[in-house]
């Protein structure tokens, strides 16, 4: 079934060059990989009219200093600082000023961020979602997003990871929890 683009936003989780440039300081070479799928699934809904919504992960050096137990930099080591070029978006992207960009602290993109308000203030309902890492922010988005009555659509092909199997685990479990994956073949629009 196509996706009316009125309604529909493509969100690209956290395409930045900590992730996603090899010189990055989490690299993955599948997250570099994504970019191209990513950029496609942009294009098409770009073209149909559909809205763009991007997701920077930063955070500030000081963010895990007083925390009782989340603390991302003592998983994952320093990553993504706030101001620092880890930070940035991968240049391939096609970032417009008519997309919406959101700076998240956590895995989630909707927790403590301007995200929700903005899709509602735009009308949307369906969202596709793509970017990295599948396993962690990607579906803790696409978790986020169907608990906010939205309707969560993991693009399996246009993800980034560490593992194949972190794939396959994000990808079987947005499907068994939200019952909403397609492919970039798959994804379709209604013409406008």
Known sequence: MPYDPADTAVVVVDMQNGFCHPDGSL????SEAAI???TDLVARAREA?????????????????DT???DEFDRWGEHVVE?????????DLDVRETDHVVEKHTYDAFYRTDLEGYLDAHGIDDLLICGTLANVCVLHTAG??????????VVEDALGYITADHREYAVDHADWL?????????VAFEDA
Request: zero cysteines; a negative charge.
């Open 36 to 38: 191209g799928p990513v």
């Open 68 to 70: 009782h137990y989340y």
């Open 49 to 65: 009219g559909a809205r763009v919504v991007y997701t920077r992960d930063v955070h500030p050096p000081e963010q895990f200093e």
């Open 178 to 186: 939200f019952g909403e994956t397609a492919t970039l073949e798959e």
């Open 83 to 91: 101001g620092s070029w880890d930070a940035e978006l991968v240049d």
């Open 27 to 30: 690299h993955a070479e599948p």
């Open 144 to 153: 986020s997003a169907g608990l906010r009555d939205y309707r969560p659509v």
